[in-house]
């Protein structure tokens, strides 16, 4: 298997969690005395530029269609954070009925609906049949289709790029991420920013968050390697926020690498540095996971047998 960014042969293990069903696939009544299918759930780092990845077991397309589980609307925490940065960002950047608002993987709409009453003028990408006409019902123009540079270069034709380019959570999601920032540079309008939300890595591997893995994310990500595949495609992030949300996220902003209009905001360096003194930037760092992990697993075990030994059914977890 090569990097899935830069090609670099993998050799590296991160953690193998063995196998399991895909997430988010629930079984019907008929289903629950069939076969189900496992996958391999091992993820690899690269020691070229540190993405740690898992291969494609599942195709995005069989992942994310019209039976898909997950409505982002359903968690009033989630909304109430996505009104909040709808309110930082248009005054941040100034956004008006004149801008254009893009979402990659808008999902029902929880977001842009509060583009819409601002009476801003966005447009939602969303592969999902059936969270994208949960979109429509609140007012949210929405495309279904997956984005990358072939769908980028349709828009940039139609005059429809974006003033402010958003994506919550599907960076991770992409498993051909060069395609994807490719997209993202021919998409936006000169003079425009990306905003890109994912869970940071560092946060994964030090608060030994191994239950977020799973085979939708194909990519963990540090701020440094998000930064070399955006400046690869010719953007540069010069902003960069740490948030709570997903068990600690970052919050990137990017922009044309051509813009000198945007100053780079110190948190850039300020992260770099911050990953780059935890050893992020060295295979070792990445090598320890698979003990840590096995530590909380061998222990919970351990724990469940002797509590079964002692006759106990009802029990809390330590």
């Known amino acids: 298997m090569k990097c899935r960014f830069c090609q670099h042969e993998l050799t ?34 690269c020691g070229n530029c540190f993405l740690v990845q898992i291969d494609e077991y599942k195709k995005s397309s069989e992942i994310f269609d019209q039976d898909y589980a997950y409505f982002s609307s359903f968690s009033t925490s989630w ?17 008006n009925a004149a ?21 801003i003028p966005c447009l939602g990408i969303e592969p999902s049949t059936n969270t994208a006409q949960v979109a ?27 003033d402010l380019i958003i994506g919550n959570n599907v960076f991770a999601h992409v498993p051909d991420v060069n395609d994807f920032v490719t997209g993202l540079k ?20 030090e ?27 010719g953007l540069e992030l010069f902003d960069v926020e740490q948030l709570p949300t997903h068990g600690g996220s970052l919050r990137v902003y ?15 360096d300020a992260l770099l540095l911050e990953e780059k003194s935890r050893g992020m930037q060295t295979v070792e760092y990445y090598q320890g996971f698979q003990k840590a992990v096995d530590r909380v697993k061998n222990g919970l075990v351990s724990f469940l047998l002797e509590q079964k030994k002692s006759g106990r059914d009802n029990f809390d977890l330590p």
């Open 12 to 45: 590296h293990e991160f953690v193998d969690l063995v196998n399991s069903p895909p997430s988010n696939s629930f079984l019907s009544l008929e289903e629950l005395n069939e076969p189900e299918i496992f996958y391999p759930l091992r993820l690899l780092v």
């Open 207 to 233: 608060q030994n968050q191994f239950d977020t893995i799973y085979h939708e994310h194909f990519s963990y990500l540090s701020f440094h390697t998000a930064r070399l595949i955006f400046e690869k495609q």
């Open 186 to 205: 021919t998409a936006l309008r000169p003079g425009g920013v990306i905003t890109m939300e994912f869970p940071h890595l560092m946060s994964l591997v």
């Open 136 to 162: 429509r019902e609140r007012g949210v123009d929405t495309l279904e289709d997956f984005f990358g540079e072939r769908l980028a270069k349709r828009l940039a034709n139609e005059g429809k790029q974006g």
């Open 254 to 268: 990017g922009k044309h690498k051509e813009d000198t209009a945007k100053d780079i905001s110190p948190n850039v």
């Open 99 to 119: 801008s254009h608002v893009i979402e990659i993987a808008s999902n029902d709409g929880y977001l842009l609906q509060y583009f819409v009453q601002k009476q």
């Open 79 to 95: 909304l109430e954070h996505a009104k909040r940065f709808q309110e930082m960002i248009t005054e941040r950047l100034q956004l």
